[in-house]
């Protein structure tokens, strides 16, 4: 089992930027793919973006393309989303996410971290 925690979190103005973490620990990530979602009030939870252990895999969903970047260092067990030109509807909270290579659906999620942008 891994543990998520994210960090990183806050208000922000439209047109700003947001750097979130997650921490994981628990057992290697060799072979886990790792991403984040988001959920806003109201609505379903929303895939954002997801990199695979080597890097070789990226994908984005498509209301953040250009403007997020996925990344991780896998010495320091971490994973990383950049979010630029924030809109206020970016608003939601953020869970990091980690799944075995080889498995369908993210089985492992972090608490969440609050994003609100401000318009």
């Known amino acids: 089992q891994v543990q998520l925690v994210e960090s990183g979190g806050g208000l922000v103005q439209s047109g700003g930027s947001l750097r979130l973490s997650c921490a994981a620990s628990?057992?290697?990530?060799?072979?886990?793919?790792m991403g984040w979602s988001r959920q806003a009030p109201g609505k379903e939870r929303e895939f954002v973006a997801a990199i695979s252990w080597s890097g070789g895999y990226i994908s984005y969903g498509d209301s953040v393309k250009g403007r997020f970047v996925i990344s991780r260092d896998n010495a320091e067990n971490m994973v990383y989303l950049q979010m630029d030109s924030l809109k206020p509807e970016d608003t939601a909270v953020y869970y990091c996410?980690?799944?075995?290579?080889?498995?369908?659906?993210?089985?492992?999620w972090g608490q969440g971290t609050q994003v609100t942008v401000s318009s």
């Open positions: 996410a980690a799944r075995r290579d080889y498995e369908p659906k993210f089985g492992s």
């Open positions: 628990g057992r290697t990530l060799r072979n886990y793919v």
